[in-house]
Every structure is written in C-alpha cells, then in structure tokens.
C-alpha cells in the first residue's frame, strides 16, 4: 500500500496565526488526496478533497477560505489553516487511496 | 450519502478474551472497510472488505453485503489490541480507484486490560 508521511505531527501555535501541514505520498503518485479533521473521541470527518493541479473540493460547513488546500504534485498535498482559533483546535489526517493514512497532525491553538 | 453505524461504543475486556465489533451501512457499497486507530492517532487499515470473509492473524472480518452490515472478530485479545476501530465506506456508496472520500462510523474504543 501507499506510504504516507505527514509533518509535523504536533504543533502548537497564537491565535490569529496561520499553520501549514504537508501531506506527502512516498511511494504513489496520488493525483488526489483527502483531508479529515477528527476531535477528541470523536470520528473522522472529511473536510475536502485535494486534487493535483487544479482546486480543492471542500465539504459543506468548511470554509475555503479558511482552510486553504494546495496540491502542486502528485507527491505533496498541503494544508494550511490560517488565522487559526482555539476551536480549529484538532487532530488533521490525510490520506492517499482511501485507504492509506498519515500519522495525523495535533493542532492546538492557543 | 451513505451512513454508517458501529456498535458497541465501547468495550472493555481482559486479556485473552475474544470480541465482536459490528458495523451497519445504509446503501450499497462496493467498499468497506475496517480500521485500528491506535492511542497516538495512527490509523492503519485492517481489511477492505465489500463481502465475504478474510482472516489476518487473529483478526478476521465479515461483510454481508445484501443486509449491510460487517462483523470485526478479534480472539485471543491481547493489550496492544486496544484502540478506536472505525469502519468506513465511501461517501456515495461506490468508489472507482480511491477518489472518493470515506464516511467514517463513530467507533468502538477498545480496552483490552492485563
């Protein structure tokens, strides 16, 4: 299967900044890759889906504005949350397939 | 799009013990499938499974696909089984090639004690 690697796997930042997370796919070249944001004991949600070279197909109630997707290979898929508040506060995972995950983001702003 | 449900919530069993984790979708699906999501967040897929039977291990997993619903077996548990396990099927039921996003049931968190 696909191997997934994902950085940083924790970070925490200031209210009112903004925080990029990559996304890359080792071994495949994934022309499309999906974002999920999970709270606490809580279950994935999917946010978008980010397609290579072209915009991000964001699931209703999230804001595109806010969560900025940007996939310019096949290989790396980014995330960036800006102007991040304390309730973006989450766990973030991709994935590549459907089925191959990364080891997932801890965000918390602060 | 397509719903799914897990049950238990929650377990709670000694080591050694045997377990069943059940899971219900709404539609059709031509993909399911079942993950381990360990205390760090990791989540490694188990099994795709749209019907019929595969056994990894001491795990093994069912889907009856005419009445929508999939069994995880776990035997012989051991503690580093614990864990959220999530079921998941793509969002419209059908997936060509993994471009689709998946809907996740809610879990069942495990806890396998010494």
């Given at each position: 299967g696909a191997v997934v690697s994902q950085h940083p796997s924790r970070v925490i930042c200031k209210s009112g900044t903004s925080v990029k997370i990559e996304c890359r796919s080792l071994d495949f070249q994934a022309t499309t890759m999906f974002w999920y944001r999970q709270f606490p004991k809580q279950s994935l949600m999917l946010m978008a889906t980010s397609n290579e070279g072209s915009k991000a197909t964001y699931e209703q109630g999230v804001e595109k504005d806010k969560f900025l997707i940007n996939?310019?290979?096949?290989t790396l898929s980014t995330l960036t949350v800006t102007?991040?508040?304390?309730?973006?506060s989450s766990f973030y995972i991709c994935s590549v397939e459907g089925a191959f995950f990364g080891q997932g983001t801890r965000l918390t702003v602060v | 799009g397509i719903q799914v449900e897990q049950s238990p919530p929650d377990l709670i069993l000694q080591e050694g013990a045997n377990s069943t984790l059940r899971c219900n979708f709404s539609d059709s699906v031509n993909n399911l499938q079942w993950f381990h999501q360990n205390p760090w967040g990791q989540l490694i897929n188990l099994f795709y499974i749209p019907s019929g039977t595969k056994q990894n291990g001491r795990l093994s997993a069912t889907t009856v696909a005419t009445e929508r619903y999939s069994l995880l077996y776990i035997s012989s548990?051991?503690?580093?089984?614990?864990g959220v396990y999530f079921c998941a099927a793509p969002r419209s039921g059908y997936s060509g090639g993994g471009a689709d996003g998946l809907t996740f049931g809610k879990g069942t968190h495990l806890i396998i004690q010494p």
């Open positions: 996939h310019a290979s096949l102007s991040a508040h304390p309730e973006d | 548990s051991q503690t580093t089984d614990s």
